[in-house]
T-cell receptor, first 115, second 116 residues
Framework: EPEVTQTPSHQVTQMGQEVILRCVPISNHLYFYWYRQILGQKVEFLVSFYNNEISEKSEIFDDQFSVERPDGSNFTLKIRSTKLEDSAMYFC?????????????FGPGTRLTVL | AQKITQTQPGMFVQEKEAVTLDCTYDTSDPSYGLFWYKQPSSGEMIFLIYQGSYDQQNATEGRYSLNFQKARKSANLVISASQLGDSAMYFCAMREPQTGANNLFFGTGTRLTVIP
């Protein structure tokens, strides 16, 4: 069964460093997402990506965040200068189409720890 | 206003019993989708069940069923014959097509503990 994959599973970084979180969505999917879950809290939408551009972003997705689909398979989230409050689980997700009932497939997540 | 409200931070259920996890939602869009996800301690998000706003029947998937009451804007998850492996966080989520991005809005979750 096709699945969304994410690497690394756990990333530890120093405050102020740049990190890149990587995702490989399901190959025929068209819409890609990043979500964040701070420990013990709900899952929050960060950004959606369609047709090689951002289609929507939340208030959390400020200038220190960026996304890219560099090669047609990978989908990356870059945090330019990490802060302590960026420590969270980051989930990548993808869906095949825009229909309201399309299941959003989640990757296993990357746990980011900022020291 | 919160789009998804889960009022039960934690629930306990005896093994083999049924349990209902509450979820209410807020939207003015006539077309929307409601989802339930399970998050075990390992952290991954596991899709359980989906209910469309125009669906006439309540959704069912094995031991999971969704008690959809559209007028009350509630979409409660019912787990029948609970198993120890059902112990996890459960999140209700909604998708509204008017957002354009089709992203999901999640509730704060309910931690379910199944007691042997």
């Amino acid at each position: 069964e096709p699945e969304v994959t994410q690497t690394p599973s756990h990333q530890v970084t120093q405050m102020g460093q740049e990190v890149i979180l990587r995702c490989v969505p399901i190959s025929n999917h068209l819409y890609f997402y990043w979500y964040r879950q701070i420990l013990g809290q709900k899952v929050e939408f960060l950004v959606s990506f369609y047709n090689n551009e951002i289609s929507e972003k939340s208030e959390i997705f400020d200038d220190q965040f960026s996304v890219e689909r560099p090669d047609g398979s990978n989908f990356t989230l870059k945090i330019r200068s990490t802060k302590l409050e960026d420590s969270a689980m980051y989930f990548c997700a993808s869906i095949s189409g825009a229909g309201v009932g399309n299941e959003q497939f989640f990757g296993p997540g990357t746990r980011l720890t900022v020291l | 206003a919160q789009k998804i409200t889960q009022t039960q931070p934690g629930m306990f259920v005896q093994e083999k019993e049924a349990v209902t996890l509450d979820c209410t939602y807020d939207t003015s869009d006539p077309s929307y989708g409601l989802f339930w996800y399970k998050q075990p301690s390992s952290g991954e998000m596991i899709f359980l069940i989906y209910q469309g706003s125009y669906d006439q029947q309540n959704a069912t998937e094995g031991r999971y069923s969704l008690n959809f009451q559209k007028a009350r804007k509630s979409a409660n998850l019912v787990i029948s014959a609970s198993q120890l492996g059902d112990s996890a966080m459960y999140f209700c989520a909604m998708r509204e097509p008017q957002t354009g991005a089709n992203n999901l809005f999640f509730g704060t979750g309910t931690r379910l503990t199944v007691i042997p």
